[in-house]
């Protein structure tokens, strides 16, 4: 077995042999038009792994003749940045060399004073900065650094570019060249890379190695079955702390509150199976439950706290069944934003008015000197005098007929209504 990695051997040599990523580097692509006109400004490349990040940093530094500095934020601190954009201007001062591209893997590790650090470099053109993430640039890199970057997203690789990245990888390859390889079934090694070009190439590396371990020849058939035999890991990509976290469970809500039931249950079991903390789904439910069905159906919240406290005593695997349940039901469950609604206004109208004074007669007079001050004079208590209570006023004078409120037309809501003291 060669000891460098398949996926490692198998980068392009130039952008034409660059599998993928059309609208970033194709003709009308953010990159594309650049490469065409001979420039390139900095950018941040944003896209899941295996797409081809820090491959194609190397391919437009190739392209653009100009030379490259590698930083990984994981392993660099500010010292080491600072060094490299020394050694760039030093170059173009002394050599006249072209200006550097400085490549920064996994740039959304790099904290704010690290990101700082570069700057008045990317500012002045001492480097141009190519900065690879896996993460949603709008919240890992700081605006000052945005601004002075074009974001280009890359794509997860579809069917048809995965199989074609690795036909291409095998002859060119030295070492798999030489063996007699029929790629007679690809679907399962395909959809376990899940896009994810690299995985794609070491799952296909697995799989070879274990067949010659067990032939003991370099004659291999792939196919389906055969692959599945040395795949170990899950098919999809959920990451508990970065964008998959968010996005799914963006789906979930939203699922829920458009009733779709079947995608419910859906993205809470990519939930489940990427290992997502409990904790966090019930709390999401429990927002869901008040926020999107609410007054539609006051049951909805209790259902989703016991959920919460089911879940805690059981734990998984069976709490699964718990929190379908739950989903199930609240999907099922008619809708209604009204408190949402309802408290967003009031929180703006607050916002909008400043600290209007209590009516005198909702004061609590707790002194004599409060009782001189006529706190509580003319408050009617609603128990004792039931019909004159329905014409107190409650709301500082200000805003005396504001209605904040909205009850939508639904059989609960208008019922809360009718025993309500407001007015249509």
Not at 61 to 73: F, K, N, T, V
Not at 151 to 178: G, M, P
Not at 207 to 234: A, D, M, Y
Not at 360 to 368: E, G, K, S, V
Request: with cysteine; net charge negative; charged share 25%.
């Amino acid at each position: 077995m060669n000891s460098i990695p398949f996926a490692e051997r198998a980068r392009p040599l130039s952008l034409e042999d660059y599998i993928g990523q059309e609208s970033v580097i194709g003709p009308t692509g953010v990159v594309g038009r650049q490469i065409k006109a001979g420039h390139l400004s900095s950018l941040i490349l944003w896209g899941p792994p295996g797409t081809g990040k820090t491959t194609l940093a190397h391919l437009l530094a190739q392209e653009l003749q100009r030379p490259i500095i590698e930083l990984s934020a994981i392993e660099s601190n500010v010292k080491e940045v600072r060094a490299a954009i020394e050694q760039s201007s030093k170059s173009q001062q002394l050599f006249s060399q072209k200006q550097s591209i400085l490549f920064i893997d996994e740039i959304h590790r790099f904290s704010k004073s690290q990101q700082d650090s570069l700057l008045k470099a990317v500012e002045k053109g001492t480097v141009t900065l190519i900065g690879a993430t896996t993460e949603n640039p709008s919240y890992e890199v700081i605006p000052a650094l945005l601004s002075r970057c074009q974001i280009a997203q890359l794509k997860t690789l579809s069917d048809q570019e995965l199989t074609q990245l690795l036909e291409n990888a095998i002859s060119r390859d030295d070492y798999f060249k030489n063996w007699d390889i029929e790629l007679q079934e690809l679907d399962v090694l395909i959809h376990h890379s899940q896009g994810d070009g690299r995985k794609l190439l070491n799952l296909f590396e697995n799989t070879c190695e274990g067949l010659k371990g067990e032939s003991g020849n370099t004659s291999i058939r792939i196919n389906n079955e055969n692959s599945r035999s040395f795949i170990q890991t899950k098919s999809f990509r959920f990451d508990k702390k970065g964008n998959q976290h968010y996005d799914i469970v963006s789906a979930l809500i939203k699922s829920i509150r458009g009733s779709d039931v079947d995608a419910s249950v859906y993205w809470l079991a990519r939930m489940l199976e990427g290992g997502e903390d409990l904790k966090f789904i019930c709390r999401r439910l429990i927002i869901s439950a008040s926020e999107d069905i609410g007054l539609a159906n006051p049951n909805a919240l209790l259902i989703a706290e016991a959920t919460a406290r089911s879940v805690e005593q059981v734990g998984m695997p069976e709490s699964r069944i718990i929190l379908s349940q739950c989903v199930i039901y609240l999907a099922c469950s008619p809708k209604s934003n009204t408190a949402y609604k309802a408290i967003n206004k009031a929180l703006q109208l607050v916002n909008q008015t400043g600290d209007l004074e209590v009516p005198l007669h909702l004061r609590n007079p707790r002194t004599a000197y409060d009782k001189q001050l006529d706190y509580g004079k003319g408050y009617i208590y609603p128990h004792d005098f039931e019909d004159e209570a329905l014409s107190q006023k409650y709301l500082p004078e200000e805003i005396i007929d504001t209605q904040i409120v909205d009850f939508k037309t639904s059989p609960s809501e208008e019922k809360l209504k009718k025993q309500s003291n407001q007015k249509s």
